[in-house]
């Protein structure tokens, strides 16, 4: 059992350059997440989506695109990265038992650099 | 949104002794509060979580106690072991989960 995983988990770019991250969950979980992790600041929701084909905008989205064209996998994009996105990102994806909320399952994050 | 603010930064302890991280929310509707360890390289994983409706819950040397009327909520590691040294989360939940800044613990063997 795989869990969440995150492809790739390093990359560098360069100012302007786009890349795609994908998260998949084998877990058949609803609601999946995508959050960035910088020093002092803690996990920060970037973009969410609550079932396949439906996306939201957490507290950081500026500059980030999602899709969510399948249950299991969730894609993170960004279409000219800045140096201010360098970061590290984690996916995860919530198992709830019937009682809201449940427990977050993370992958194990994808550092990014932009240079 | 929510604000969840997180005390200390870092915590170093001796191997044994106990170590306490203290949390406080702004959002009296959140009503359930998990803690998260997220170990080097590692995504962060829960380690124990308290509902509303409850003051203290324990699972072996961890326990986190709430106090819904100040808004703070603790998370209590006793007879730390060399394992138990990574960085801590607290978040609390309503619609979403709101994350605090993160204790980095150390534990001195």
């Known amino acids: 059992n795989a869990g969440v995983t995150q492809t790739p988990k390093f990359r560098v770019l360069k100012t302007g350059q786009s890349m795609t991250l994908l998260c998949a969950q084998d877990?058949?979980?609803?609601?999946m997440y995508w959050y960035r992790q910088d020093p002092g600041m803690g996990l920060r929701l970037i973009h969410y989506?609550?079932?396949?084909?439906?996306?939201a905008k957490g507290e950081v989205p500026d500059g980030y695109n999602v899709s969510r064209l399948k249950k299991q996998n969730f894609l993170l994009g960004l279409e000219s990265a800045a140096p201010s996105q360098t970061s590290v990102y984690f996916c995860?994806?919530?198992?709830?038992?019937?009682?809201?909320?449940?427990?977050?399952?993370f992958g194990e994050g994808s550092r990014l650099t932009v240079l | 949104g929510e604000d969840v603010e997180q005390h200390p930064s870092t915590l170093s302890v001796q191997e044994g002794d106990s170590a306490v991280i203290k949390c406080t929310y702004s959002?009296?509707?959140?009503?359930?509060f998990p803690w998260y360890k997220q170990e080097l390289g590692k995504g962060p994983q829960l380690i124990i979580d308290i509902r509303s409706n409850v003051g203290e819950k324990k699972d072996q040397r961890i326990a986190v106690t709430l106090n819904k009327t100040a808004k703070h909520f603790s998370l209590h590691i006793t007879e730390t072991q060399p394992e138990d040294s990574a960085v801590y989360f607290c978040?609390?939940?309503?619609?979403?989960?709101?994350f605090g800044t993160g204790t980095s613990l150390t534990v001195i063997p």
């Open positions: 989506s609550v079932g396949e084909g439906t996306t």
């Open positions: 877990m058949n979980h609803e609601y």
């Open positions: 959002d009296s509707a959140s009503n359930y």
């Open positions: 978040a609390a939940t309503g619609n979403q989960f709101y």
């Open positions: 995860a994806s919530l198992w709830t038992s019937g009682k809201w909320p449940g427990e977050l399952f």
